[in-house]
């Protein structure tokens, strides 16, 4: 990924419309270099809607014009150096919709975690929890994944039988 250059944030929201059409392209001017960039893509809609991250509230405040083999287009950063990413609420893997009411902004480190789970932000807070729990006691990134994600299933199934419990004596 090359960096070509920096674009003000607010320019950049200001000129992202507010229907997706992943071929619709705008002029940039950036000093004496012209860009051709998309600007309406599913992906660029969502980082307008929220720069924030769902799950650990991370803030994007720089847009950067990169290039790698695909041509320009714009990436969203937080201050550390973080991509900021469109997430699939519902995994595409399990037939989540490309529309935009299924994404929702995600740092990628919060998305990596997420992977292809289908859960909401609240249930991949108490994922993320975890998941700091194990690497603060010295784990490595894949084992603090790993058992994260035991301890997580675990719990969301003791979740789903405390609910049948409680729905077994209602009635
Ligand atoms: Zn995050």
Redesign the pocket.
């Known amino acids: 990924m090359i960096t070509l250059d920096e674009y003000p944030l607010s320019d950049f929201l200001a000129l992202i419309p507010e229907e997706s059409d992943r071929h619709l392209k705008k002029t940039i001017v950036v000093g004496n270099r012209t860009y051709y960039i998309k600007v309406a893509t599913d992906r660029i809609l969502t980082l307008k809607k929220s720069q924030v ?1 769902a ?2 509230d ?1 803030k994007g405040t720089t847009v950067l014009i990169q290039d790698n083999t695909n041509g320009p287009h714009f990436n969203l950063y937080a201050d550390s150096g973080v991509l900021m990413t469109a997430d699939h609420i519902k995994p595409r893997s399990l037939d989540g919709a490309s529309h935009h009411t299924n994404y929702q902004t ?2 990628a ?2 998305n990596q975690l997420k992977s292809n789970m289908d859960i909401d932000a609240q249930q991949l807070r108490m994922l993320r929890t975890l998941y700091l729990q194990h690497l603060s006691m010295g784990k490595g990134k894949k084992k603090a994944k790993h058992l994260a994600k035991q301890e997580f299933a675990k719990l969301q199934k003791q979740k789903e039988n405390r609910f049948s419990v409680e729905e077994r004596i209602r009635e």
């Open positions: 991250c799950c650990c991370l995600l740092c480190n919060c």
